[in-house]
């Protein structure tokens, strides 16, 4: 007899022969088709979402035999049954168990290959979180190296950068790179900043496809365009939840000039770096600052730089009540270019290429399926950049547990939209949150993926050299 569909999810019952229909991730369950025998499975499907239920009432079990399950008597009364209406051969019941036992096996090999995919997942991006924490103590001291006029801090620049680009080459760390970049939130600061403009100046010069020279003054840049900051007078800010110590607002312009007579200091300061740095807040329209340039008087990678700033306060603002999803980011900036053509403030070119490279759901992006499931993207698929691989939320999933799916190998399910993640429930946040990934710098990694020996980690973040 034909699957017909179940109108009421209440209706589901013990010994029913149940299809389900939706996305292959959208249940827990080996197979779509399948008879409920425990009230576990019963409660599970009845708490799916966007599944349509169908059921076989030829291959269910009676209401009267259904109600013996409860005492896990049913499948004494099912092996009764298949005696007695098969042939009466005991072939014909081994066969039968060879087959469920198969099933049970390819059902733990199932939950073992996803088991497995999770914890690769995780250990990946703690690698990454954790080398991307050293580096920011790698930071600080190449920080208090230029501030001292001391010329080391431009070979630790130097050091930072060859290790970036090492780590771009690989796709995965990569990946992973922008997923840390679109989430830092609360620990927000000035090395925090340098590092994540360092590391977006050089995905997009990557895609725009500089030469080996460009991409490492690029990358100083990147890394050396706040480190005036430190020059400019402090001001206490107080706040709801204390107080904060920042530039004095008034003086925040001189901040690119001071960088700049830093390094103008330090022999062996390239004059592009200084050009980068110096005009990082210059608008293609005149309205950026020292000097008010416009389109062909502001260099290359101060047009890539003022993109890779510009993204990452967006997504990383001071407040964090006022940072954007890297989605809505990457939108604003892509509008402005698109609205106002001729008079952006931004080059339309390298915003393309900050989407190319980050593609419009960037890791770390919180989305919302088709299928009302939530999800965050961990990866980007080669193949199809709009159909990424994501880690999934599902209920029926312990915190040890988890889904990593590629949307390229499903046709049923798509992103619905991208979501913050204050619209999220805590307990579908806190398992999707890639900040709980690592919490700590974890010294076991094979390698780091910022490049050079593995270090063992102390219990404060430390440099590695690259």
């Known amino acids: 007899m034909d699957f017909i569909e179940l ?36 409660e599970t ?11 076989d009432p030829d291959r269910s079990d009676t209401e009267e035999l259904s109600e013996l399950s409860d005492m896990g008597e049913i499948e004494c009364h099912e092996t009764e049954r298949e005696m007695s209406e098969g042939s009466g051969s005991d072939a014909g019941v081994d066969a039968k168990e060879e087959g469920r036992s198969q099933e049970s096996i390819e059902e733990q090999d199932h939950l073992i290959e996803r088991r497995n995919n999770y914890q690769n997942f995780r250990e990946h991006l703690r690698n990454v979180e954790g080398s991307y924490l050293k580096v920011l103590g790698q930071n600080n001291e190449l920080f208090e190296h230029v501030h001292k006029g001391k010329a080391k801090g431009l070979k630790v620049a130097e050091d930072i950068v060859s290790g970036i680009q090492q780590t771009l080459q690989n796709p995965q760390s990569a990946m992973s790179l922008i997923h840390v970049i679109g989430s830092n939130g609360a620990m927000w600061g000035l090395p925090e900043h340098a590092l994540n403009t360092c590391m977006l100046s050089l995905l997009i010069g990557k895609q725009m496809n500089l030469s080996s020279d460009e991409m490492l003054n690029l990358g100083m840049s990147g890394l050396l365009h706040d480190v005036g900051h430190r020059l400019l007078p402090m001001k206490v800010k107080f706040l709801s939840g204390g107080m904060k110590v920042q530039a004095d607002p008034d003086m925040l312009k001189d901040h690119s000039a001071c960088s700049c007579q830093l390094l103008a200091n330090l022999p062996g300061t390239q004059r592009e770096v200084l050009d980068g740095i110096l005009q990082h807040h210059e608008r293609l329209d005149g309205s950026g600052y020292p000097k008010q340039l416009h389109k062909d008087e502001i260099s ?26 890297p989605h809505d980011a990457l939108s604003r900036l892509f509008r402005h270019v698109v609205h106002k053509g001729e008079s952006s403030k931004y080059c339309e070119h390298v915003v393309q290429a900050l989407v190319q490279a980050v593609s419009v759901y960037p890791p770390g992006s919180l989305v919302e399926l088709t299928d009302g499931m939530f999800g965050v993207v961990t990866a980007l698929s080669i193949e199809n950049p709009t159909k990424p691989i994501l880690l999934l939320y599902a209920p029926w999933l312990c915190r040890k547990d988890g889904m990593v799916v590629n949307l390229a190998k499903d046709a049923t399910v798509d992103i619905k939209k991208a979501v913050h993640p204050k619209d999220l429930q805590a307990n579908v946040l806190a398992y999707l949150s890639p900040r709980r990934m690592a919490m700590f710098i974890h010294g076991t990694e094979e390698k780091s993926p910022f490049g050079g020996k593995p270090k063992k980690s102390k219990p404060k973040a430390q440099t590695v050299s690259p």
């Open 300 to 325: 290359k990678l101060a047009k890539i730089m003022m993109v890779a700033d510009r993204y990452d306060e967006l997504c990383n603002a001071s407040d964090p009540e006022l940072s954007l999803i």
């Open 7 to 42: 109108q009421n999810h209440q209706d589901l019952r013990l010994g029913l022969f149940v299809k389900l229909e939706g996305s292959w991730f959208s249940h827990p369950f080996s197979k779509n088709t399948f008879k409920i025998k425990s009230t576990t499975d019963l």
């Open 45 to 55: 499907i009845r708490n799916l979402k966007d599944v349509k239920i169908l059921y």
